[in-house]
Nanobody, 127 residues
Framework: QVQLVESGGGVVQAGDSLTLSCALSGRNFYTYAMGWFRRAPGKEREFVAAIRWHSGITFEADSVKGRFTISRDVARNTVSLQMSSLKPEDTAVYYC????????????????????WGQGTQVTVSS
């Protein structure tokens, strides 16, 4: 069974950096795509960044491009989200997701059948 466990959230000040990690287990993820999403209070969940596991090719939302970087560690089965120049509007619960045979386009959709989600980790950016 696919399991995703996020970690690394916390409270930081505007301009700070923070790295989130997602530990994956239960599969060989060679054919999977992974993504990070976030849900701010009172808002819909939104796509943040995605990566193809086998190629490492990435895709970031315009709202975070240049500030956030997604990466994966094949040996450790983890996907990370390095966040810099954080803003108060980045405050949200951040979720890791994965889907088999996913593409960068499909994993960026709000949700799809067969997608697996983590429980989320809170990031709070104070001004």
């Amino acid at each position: 069974q696919v399991q995703l466990v996020e970690s690394g959230g916390g409270v930081v000040q505007a301009g700070d950096s923070l790295t989130l990690s997602c530990a994956l287990s239960g599969r060989n993820f060679y054919t999977y795509a992974m993504g990070w999403f976030r849900r701010a209070p009172g808002k819909e969940r939104e796509f943040v960044a995605a990566i193809r596991w086998h190629s490492g090719i990435t895709f970031e939302a315009d709202s975070v491009k240049g500030r956030f970087t997604i990466s994966r560690d094949v040996a450790r089965n983890t996907v990370s989200l390095q966040m810099s120049s954080l803003k108060p509007e980045d405050t949200a619960v951040y979720y890791c997701a994965t889907e088999e045979y996913g593409t960068l386009t499909s994993i960026s959709a709000p949700n799809r059948d067969g997608r697996h989600w983590g429980q989320g980790t809170q990031v709070t950016v104070s001004s």
